[in-house]
C-alpha cells in the first residue's frame, strides 16, 4: 500500500510542474508591464526600473521561471496588483471557506448520489427509477450558477427559510443552499454511476449464489453488490473533484460566500492577474491532493490493487 | 466492431431476400432515429441551430435596443420574455444569445477534435516516445479544471468570442486525444492495416485513409457530448465577465445582469437559463443516443 502511494505521488509530480509552467507562461505573456500595474500612474521610471529588477522581470524566460518556482516552493505566489499585497495572504484568509464548502458538497454528493442511485437499482424501471433517471439527466444539463440563483430566489427569498448570502456566523444553514447548489452536477453524476455499476454487480453469479443460499435481500445487496459496485463510484467522486473545483468559483460568486471562488472573481473583475492564476494554481493543487486521497481509497477498498502492487514488487 | 462498410441481406417482400449497402454510419443512423430520446435530443438541436441563424426573422425587437420606460417588464404579449433594466427586450435577446452559444459550442469543440486526433493519431500510432509526451501532456491538462482552467486562460488573454473559442478548444484536447488513441491501438494491427502497409502506403495515407474512418465514431459521441459542456463554460465564462462583452447578447452574460434582481425581475434569470438548459440536454441525449447507435452492446 505505501508503494502505491509513494507512486501515486511521484506522479503528481511532473503534472504539478507542467500545470506551474502553464501559469507561468500564461502570466508572462500578459501584454501589460506588471511593475506598471502594481506601482500604477505616476510612477517614476527608476521606481519602475527598480521594481522590474526587484521581481526579476527583466531576466531571461528560463532563469524567471526557475525564480518563480523557487519562490512558489517559498510559499509566494506574487504580489497583487490591486492591494500591492501578497497573494499567499489574501488567498490564506480565503481558502478555509472555501474547503469547508467543498467539503460539504462532497458529504451531499456521496449521500444523496450512492443512496438515489442504489435505489434506482433496487427499484429497476419503477417511478422512483424513472424519477432518478430523469432528475440526473437534467441535472447535468444545469449550469451551477443558474441553479444557485434559482435555490435563492425560492428557498431564500420566497419561502425565507434558508440565508442566501455570505456565510454569516458559520452555521450549517448557511451552508446548506451553496453545498447543494456546488453537489448538483456531482451528485448526479454519482446517482448515475452507482445505479450502473450496482445493475451490473447484481446480475453477477456470485449475488445469485448469495441469494441462493438463503441470505436477505438486504444483506445480498447492503453486504455483497454496494461494496463491489463503489469501485467505480469512488473513482468517479475523485474525478468529479475537478468539476467541484471549478464550480467553487460560481457558486461562491452567487452566494457571496468568502472563498477562494470570489476572491477569483473580484480579482477577474479588477484584472489582478497574479490573484486569478495564485488562485487557480491553489484549486489545482486542492483538486490533485484530494484525487490522491481518493486514489489511496480506491487501493483501500479494491484488494486487487494492492496484491498487484505487491506481485510487481516481487 | 463493425466493418466500415459492407452488404446485409434484408426482405424485400414479394421479390424476397435481396441484399443492401450498409455501413458502420448507416446501421448507426438506423438505430439513431429509433431512439426517441436521441430524436428528441435532435429535434432541440436542430430548432436551436434555425433559430441561430434566422434570428433578425424570429425575434421581435431589437435585442440591444434601449427603452427606459419599458425596464422591468414582467412577461407579456409586446414582450414575451419580459424585459430587463435598460428595457430591452429578453425574447429577443435570447433568441440572439443562440447564435453565440452555438458558435462556441461548434468552434471550441472543433479545435478540441482537431488538436486531439493529431495528437493522439501520433501517440497511438508511433507509440514510444511520442505516446508517452502526448500522454504526459494530457495529464497536465486533466489537473485543470475545465472551467478553473478557461478563467486562467481568459483573463490573460482578455474578453472576447476568438479568444473563448481557443480557451474552451485548447483546454478541451486532452479528452479527444486519450480517446483516439486508444482506437487507434484498437485498430492499427488490423489485417486491413496490414496489407496497406504491405502495398507500400505511406503513414500518412493509412492513417488519414484507413484508421481516422474507422476511429472516429467515438470522437462524434465526445465530439456532441461536449458541445453542451463547452455552452456551459461559454455561459460560466460570460456569467463571470470573461465572455463576449455587452451589448453582444450572450446568455451567461444575461444572468450575471439578473443576479441583482432576482427578487425584482425573476424573468430576467429564468427565460436565459432554461435556454442554456434547453440547449445542453438536446446535445446530452443526442449524444447518449450515438453512443447507444455506435455501440448497441451498450
Given at each position: 500500500m505505501l508503494y502505491y502511494i509513494l507512486k501515486r505521488i511521484l506522479q503528481m509530480i511532473p503534472v504539478l510542474i507542467g500545470v506551474t509552467l502553464i501559469l507561468f507562461l500564461l502570466m508572462y505573456i500578459i501584454p501589460e508591464d506588471p511593475a506598471r500595474l502594481i506601482l500604477q500612474q505616476g510612477a517614476t521610471d527608476q521606481a519602475l526600473a527598480n521594481l522590474r529588477e526587484k521581481m526579476g522581470i527583466d531576466q531571461p524566460l528560463h532563469i524567471q521561471y526557475f525564480r518563480y518556482m523557487k519562490n512558489l516552493l517559498q510559499g509566494d505566489l506574487g504580489t497583487s496588483y490591486r492591494y500591492r499585497r501578497p497573494v499567499t495572504g489574501i488567498l490564506a484568509d480565503a481558502y478555509p471557506n472555501s474547503i469547508r464548502l467543498a467539503f460539504a458538497a462532497i458529504l451531499i454528493e456521496i449521500l444523496i448520489g450512492l443512496c438515489a442511485g442504489m435505489i434506482a437499482a433496487v427499484k429497476k424501471y419503477s417511478f422512483w427509477d424513472t424519477l432518478v433517471t430523469v432528475s440526473t439527466t437534467l441535472a447535468v444539463c444545469v449550469p451551477v450558477f443558474w441553479l444557485g440563483m434559482i435555490m435563492q430566489n425560492l428557498f431564500g427569498l420566497r419561502l425565507g427559510w434558508l440565508p442566501?448570502?455570505?456565510?454569516?456566523?458559520?452555521?450549517?444553514?448557511?451552508?446548506?443552499?451553496?453545498?447543494?447548489?456546488?453537489?448538483?452536477?456531482?451528485?448526479?453524476?454519482?446517482?448515475?454511476?452507482?445505479?450502473?455499476?450496482?445493475?451490473?454487480?447484481?446480475?453477477?453469479?456470485?449475488?445469485?449464489?448469495?441469494?441462493?443460499?438463503?441470505?436477505?435481500?438486504?444483506?445480498?445487496?447492503?453486504?455483497?453488490?454496494?461494496?463491489?459496485?463503489?469501485?467505480?463510484?469512488?473513482?468517479?467522486?475523485?474525478?468529479?473533484?475537478?468539476?467541484?473545483?471549478?464550480?467553487?468559483?460560481?457558486?461562491?460568486?452567487?452566494?457571496?460566500?468568502?472563498?477562494?471562488?470570489?476572491?477569483?472573481?473580484?480579482?477577474?473583475?479588477?484584472?489582478?492577474?497574479?490573484?486569478?492564476?495564485?488562485?487557480?494554481?491553489?484549486?489545482?493543487?486542492?483538486?490533485?491532493?484530494?484525487?490522491?486521497?481518493?486514489?489511496?481509497?480506491?487501493?483501500?477498498?479494491?484488494?486487487?490493487?494492492?496484491?498487484?502492487?505487491?506481485?510487481?514488487?516481487? | 466492431m463493425f466493418s466500415k462498410q459492407g452488404t446485409g441481406k434484408v426482405y424485400n417482400g414479394a421479390s424476397g431476400y435481396g441484399y443492401k449497402k450498409t455501413s458502420l454510419y448507416r446501421n448507426a443512423w438506423r438505430r439513431l432515429k429509433k431512439n426517441k430520446l436521441a430524436m428528441v435530443g435532435l429535434s432541440i438541436i436542430c430548432v436551436l441551430a434555425a433559430t441561430a441563424i434566422f434570428s433578425p426573422l424570429v425575434a421581435t425587437h431589437d435585442p440591444t435596443a434601449r427603452i427606459k420606460e419599458e425596464s422591468f417588464r414582467s412577461p407579456s404579449t409586446e414582450h414575451w420574455f419580459g424585459t430587463d433594466i435598460l428595457g430591452r427586450d429578453i425574447y429577443s435577446r435570447v433568441?440572439?444569445?443562440?447564435?453565440?452559444?452555438?458558435?462556441?459550442?461548434?468552434?471550441?469543440?472543433?479545435?478540441?477534435?482537431?488538436?486531439?486526433?493529431?495528437?493522439?493519431?501520433?501517440?497511438?500510432?508511433?507509440?514510444?516516445?511520442?505516446?508517452?509526451?502526448?500522454?504526459?501532456?494530457?495529464?497536465?491538462?486533466?489537473?485543470?479544471?475545465?472551467?478553473?482552467?478557461?478563467?486562467?486562460?481568459?483573463?490573460?488573454?482578455?474578453?472576447?468570442?476568438?479568444?473563448?473559442?481557443?480557451?474552451?478548444?485548447?483546454?478541451?484536447?486532452?479528452?479527444?486525444?486519450?480517446?483516439?488513441?486508444?482506437?487507434?491501438?484498437?485498430?492499427?494491427?488490423?489485417?486491413?492495416?496490414?496489407?496497406?502497409?504491405?502495398?507500400?502506403?505511406?503513414?500518412?495515407?493509412?492513417?488519414?485513409?484507413?484508421?481516422?474512418?474507422?476511429?472516429?465514431?467515438?470522437?462524434?459521441?465526445?465530439?456532441?457530448?461536449?458541445?453542451?459542456?463547452?455552452?456551459?463554460?461559454?455561459?460560466?465564462?460570460?456569467?463571470?465577465?470573461?465572455?463576449?462583452?455587452?451589448?453582444?447578447?450572450?446568455?451567461?452574460?444575461?444572468?450575471?445582469?439578473?443576479?441583482?434582481?432576482?427578487?425584482?425581475?425573476?424573468?430576467?434569470?429564468?427565460?436565459?437559463?432554461?435556454?442554456?438548459?434547453?440547449?445542453?440536454?438536446?446535445?446530452?441525449?443526442?449524444g447518449d443516443g450515438l453512443r447507444d447507435a455506435f455501440d448497441p452492446r451498450m
Open positions: 442566501i448570502s455570505g456565510m454569516g456566523d458559520g452555521s450549517i444553514q448557511y451552508y446548506i443552499l451553496p453545498a447543494f447548489t456546488l453537489a448538483s452536477v456531482s451528485t448526479a453524476y454519482v446517482a448515475r454511476m452507482t445505479r450502473s455499476s450496482m445493475l451490473e454487480v447484481m446480475s453477477h453469479d456470485y449475488i445469485t449464489t448469495a441469494f441462493a443460499k438463503g441470505l436477505s435481500y438486504r444483506l445480498v445487496v447492503g453486504k455483497h453488490a454496494l461494496k463491489n459496485a463503489l469501485i467505480p463510484v469512488v473513482t468517479l467522486i475523485g474525478l468529479n473533484l475537478g468539476a467541484l473545483m471549478g464550480g467553487v468559483v460560481l457558486t461562491e460568486t452567487v452566494f457571496n460566500w468568502p472563498g477562494i471562488g470570489r476572491t477569483i472573481y473580484l480579482a477577474i473583475l479588477e484584472r489582478d492577474t497574479p490573484v486569478v492564476l495564485g488562485g487557480t494554481l491553489v484549486l489545482v493543487i486542492i483538486f490533485l491532493v484530494l484525487n490522491l486521497v481518493v486514489d489511496v481509497l480506491y487501493g483501500l477498498l479494491d484488494p486487487r490493487i494492492r496484491v498487484a502492487k505487491q506481485e510487481v514488487k516481487v | 433568441i440572439y444569445g443562440s447564435r453565440i452559444s452555438i458558435m462556441v459550442g461548434v468552434v471550441a469543440v472543433g479545435i478540441s477534435l482537431a488538436i486531439g486526433i493529431t495528437m493522439g493519431a501520433l501517440a497511438g500510432y508511433f507509440g514510444g516516445f511520442p505516446d508517452t509526451m502526448v500522454m504526459r501532456m494530457a495529464d497536465i491538462f486533466f489537473a485543470f479544471p475545465y472551467i478553473l482552467g478557461a478563467i486562467a486562460i481568459m483573463t490573460v488573454l482578455g474578453p472576447g468570442l476568438v479568444n473563448i473559442f481557443i480557451a474552451i478548444g485548447i483546454l478541451g484536447w486532452a479528452y479527444f486525444a486519450r480517446l483516439f488513441r486508444g482506437s487507434v491501438l484498437s485498430v492499427k494491427n488490423k489485417e486491413y492495416v496490414a496489407a496497406a502497409r504491405a502495398l507500400g502506403a505511406s503513414n500518412f495515407r493509412i492513417m488519414a485513409k484507413h484508421i481516422l474512418p474507422n476511429s472516429f465514431a467515438p470522437m462524434i459521441v465526445l465530439g456532441t457530448m461536449n458541445v453542451g459542456t463547452a455552452i456551459i463554460v461559454e455561459a460560466s465564462l460570460s456569467f463571470l465577465g470573461l465572455g463576449v462583452q455587452p451589448p453582444t447578447p450572450a446568455w451567461g452574460h444575461m444572468l450575471s445582469e439578473s443576479l441583482n434582481y432576482i427578487n425584482i425581475a425573476p424573468w430576467m434569470m429564468f427565460f436565459p437559463g432554461m435556454a442554456i438548459v434547453l440547449t445542453v440536454l438536446g446535445f446530452v441525449l443526442l
